[in-house]
């Protein structure tokens, strides 16, 4: 297998597979994180690295021997509990897993490692040991969300169980801009290899009335706009389908009117029984001081089915971009079509 270097990587030598950083616990959420990234690395023919996070020594002594030799034996429990899911991973993989035992804070280390490994995408849990709480995402997610400049691959504990289960519908949010597309030839592989129904989804902003927006002649003005756009967008997605529907891809389009985008395409997949998003991480507004933007930081902190995030920035190149440019701006999250 041959794999193109991302945009930054331009004057290294081709490497052979991609990288998966996986993130695991002592919770009962991390067979299903595991799962995830055993099947993305199947599909996308990646190497698995496996981290669990420890606190440090001193924040568990406090000058006591008893705190040490808990310290000790917590250590001990984790090194047994990565060597048991070293063990299931190779197995499924059929091929050798690595392994990092670390200390520190959760978040820090794992971006330390995501760049020391130069991981493609990092998979994480919704949820870890502290369990399912009322604010949607755990701590440690957030913070790695908030300066990963990886692909995220965010497990959601509120999804059901993915033991024997393959994905069956996959939804795939598009702005019409290259920055979302670029996530195309990787949701095809992903639904090829599991045979399923990609859903190509297209929101156009409904207009709601206002003060500065309220005369009937406004109103009939964005009707008519919001009538054009919908035929649009449906030209739009049709042309992409017929592309991927000629390879024999079951592809399906939705366009839809909402209000709030982010909103109208967590519904979409409720309503489709989707069984994860694959989505860009910045559309056709990109803010490049952000790993993310708007749009995808919602489906990742909102969304009840696991989100496959593919990071379009080249690394390093976080910094504005100057859309007069005729050029696109490179991307990075493709796959090379004939390696599908």
Known sequence: ?????????????LIERHQILVCVD??????????YAISLARVLRSDLTMIHVMQPRHEHEGGANNNALDWEFSR??????????????????GRPVKVRLEQGHPAERIVEIEKEIRADLT???SHGESGVTAWGLGSTVHQVLAVSRSSVFIAHAASESPIAMSPERIIVPL???LRTECVLPTATRIARAHRAELILVHVIQEQLPTSVLHTAEDLKLVRQLASHMEISAKTYLEGLRAGLARD?????????QHANQSKAIIEVAKHERANF???AAHGANCDGDHSHGCVTEYLLTHSEVPVLMLQDRPEGE?????FGEVIAPPLRASYLPELM
């Open 277 to 279: 998003i694959v989505v």
């Open 123 to 125: 998979v994480i849990g």
């Open 1 to 13: 297998m041959k794999m193109v270097p991302s945009p930054t990587l331009s004057s290294a030598p």
């Open 26 to 35: 002592l919770s009962p959420f991390t067979d299903v994180c595991l799962f």
């Open 318 to 322: 976080m910094e504005r971009i100057d």
């Open 248 to 256: 024999g891809d079951r592809v399906r389009t939705v366009v839809v």
């Open 175 to 177: 702005d019409g801009s």
């Open 76 to 93: 001990q429990q984790a090194r047994y509990h990565l060597e048991r899911l070293e063990k299931k991973a190779a197995q499924a993989l």
